[in-house]
């Protein structure tokens, strides 16, 4: 689910930062340019606690922990049953993390793309009469996507660790809680094991940020 | 056809004038401006909130999360303590350390750039390792971590921020150096005997300050941005109010489950409000400085095109 929304965040990152950069200037662009701008400059802990208390209380959604206490108590539940309640406990964290992540994504996008409109080979794309979307989606996107690609891997690496304070604010049982609960007790090999934990996660999705770029850049073959 | 022509067209670079340039550039913007002002305000209303606090933030002045009112105009938090009198005092502890961890951070960043960039060689190499090292560390659990080890209290934060973000710093003013050393006035310095030292302090330094100046700006909103992590992980100096302790008061005083929107919003809404204005001011400032953003081949090109019956011509 976390996974899901990252994913979200970045497809509604990447198309509204390349809306933006395609309709500079316009009203289109300023509003999502001041949007992504205060979603970036928020705390995440604020953000969580605002879907708290303006998304989770008027509609009734489970704001903390993984799985509701009462379920199982009277009857044995349903595996659907377990399912849509771990999806209910997991959608407001996971909304919370997608909402800052989509900040940054769309203005690394948007700049990127505005180096990218500005090049030689846009310029002779639209000199051969192509159409606007195929401009954008396969000469300037494809160029504007390699910052990109580094970016996400980076803030996929340490999402485990952005996780940290949502997880407080929707007391959300993952390595987040683990790492508080740990200092606050001092746990020094918990610490040690998620700090490996991470380093890992990092270069594993360096790693796979390479093979990425190997995909997306032909120029590199070294 | 018009859709390329609004795309593509960037307003010429005004010509740089050696001195009040940047100035002009920077407020030239409207941005630039607004978020000065903003940040002037919050200054002002750090240094002076002894004065304006309408009531002590220690003491219980009425019933547990009271809603506003004409005597609290940001009601009261769970303790009974007047809200708007905690946001005015967290702004003092919020904005010093959002100011020093940034001085902090220029101070390291700057001198490893200067000294990496003008060296050059294995100097540059061991330092820019070193800052590469510095660069990958995931942030918030050393914050973390080094809040926990070495106790709470404002100086740790402030130097544990510092120490982590000044990585960018170092790589721009690095990059800045390296062209800056290679201009006919350092060169001809270093022929009339220049020192090592005359030459970074008297040449390169006036040069790239007002880049660092800048960058550390920018570094202000990331280091109010990480004392509401460190705050709200209950790291934060248990004997002070800051934006962040304030948001973290909310969640374990149960604000949400009260319906007190006033104890919720107000600090949270402070911090974006400083970061914005920081993100702004400092990036008007780089735009205005940063010769990369300006220089032809390394920025987004300056076409200026009319469209020609269909056709497009490049000026």
């Known amino acids: 689910m976390v996974v899901a929304w990252t994913l979200i965040s970045i497809v509604i990152g990447i198309i509204s930062g390349v809306i933006a950069a395609w309709r500079r200037g316009t009203a289109a662009d300023s509003l999502n340019l001041w949007t992504a701008l205060a979603f970036y400059a928020m705390p995440t802990q604020w953000i969580g606690l605002l879907v708290v208390f303006y998304i ?43 909402i800052g992540l989509y900040g940054e994504y769309s203005l690394v996008v948007r700049s990127s793309m505005l180096e990218t409109l500005g090049e030689d080979y846009v310029l002779t794309a639209r000199a051969k ?3 606007n979307w195929a401009i954008v989606w396969r000469h300037a996107l494809r160029n504007a ?42 746990d020094y090999p918990v610490l040690q ?30 | 056809v018009s859709e390329l ?24 913007q409207k941005v630039a401006i607004v978020g000065a002002a903003v940040l002037v305000f919050f200054i002002v209303l750090a240094i002076a909130a002894p004065l304006l606090e309408p009531y002590s933030t220690t003491r219980q002045v009425g019933p547990v999360y009271a809603g506003p009112n004409a005597k609290h105009l940001l009601g009261l938090d769970d303790g009974g303590i007047d809200m708007l009198s905690e946001v005015i005092d967290g702004a003092r502890v919020s904005m010093i350390v959002g100011f020093a961890a940034a001085a902090v951070a220029m101070l390291i960043g700057g001198g490893i750039g200067l000294l990496s960039g003008y060296f050059g060689g294995k100097t540059d190499v061991v330092l820019m390792r070193i800052t590469d090292y510095f660069l990958v560390i995931p942030d918030v659990p050393l914050m ?50 220049g020192g090592h030292r005359r030459l970074l302090w008297n040449h390169i330094t006036p040069q790239v300050a007002p880049l660092l100046v800048a960058n550390t700006v920018l570094t202000i909103a990331t280091a109010v941005f990480a004392e509401t992590y460190i705050s709200f992980l209950g790291l934060g100096d248990p004997s002070t109010i800051s934006w962040g302790r304030l948001i973290q008061n909310s969640l374990t005083g149960g604000a949400v ?47 200026r095109m009319r469209p020609l019956g269909g056709r497009l011509e490049s000026e």
């Open chain 1, 56 to 98: 989770a209380i008027p509609l009734g959604l489970p704001a903390s922990g993984i799985s509701s206490n009462t379920l199982g108590i009277l009857s044995t539940p349903s595996e659907w049953q377990i399912i849509w309640d771990r999806t209910t406990h997991l959608f407001l964290p996971a909304l919370t993390l997608g």
């Open chain 1, 129 to 131: 009469g192509l159409r």
């Open chain 1, 145 to 186: 996507m390699l910052p990109l690609v580094t970016l996400i891997a980076l803030s996929l690496g340490t999402i485990v660790a952005g996780a940290i304070v949502v997880e407080d604010v929707f007391s959300y049982p993952g390595i987040g809680l683990a790492t508080i609960d740990a200092i606050a007790h001092r």
């Open chain 1, 193 to 222: 094991g998620i700090f490996l934990l991470l380093t890992l996660s990092v270069i594993v999705c360096n790693y796979i940020a390479d093979l990425i770029y190997f995909k997306l850049d032909p120029r590199v073959t070294t």
């Open chain 2, 5 to 28: 022509v609004q795309l593509v067209e960037v307003p010429p670079a005004e010509p740089v004038k050696r001195r009040g340039g940047m100035l002009d550039v920077m407020f030239g």
């Open chain 2, 144 to 193: 973390i971590v080094a809040a926990a080890v070495f106790g709470r209290s404002l100086l740790n934060i402030i130097l544990i921020i510092g120490v982590i973000y000044w990585t960018s710093t170092a790589r721009l003013i690095r990059a800045q150096v390296k062209s800056v050393r290679e201009r006919v006035y350092v060169k001809r310095a270093r022929a009339l005997g």
């Open chain 2, 257 to 303: 489950f009260h319906k007190a929107w006033w104890a919720i919003i107000p600090p949270g809404l402070c911090v974006t409000i400083v970061i914005l204005a920081a993100t702004m001011l400092g990036q008007a400032m780089e735009d205005a400085l940063n010769p990369r953003l300006r220089v032809g081949h390394l920025a987004v090109r300056r076409f």
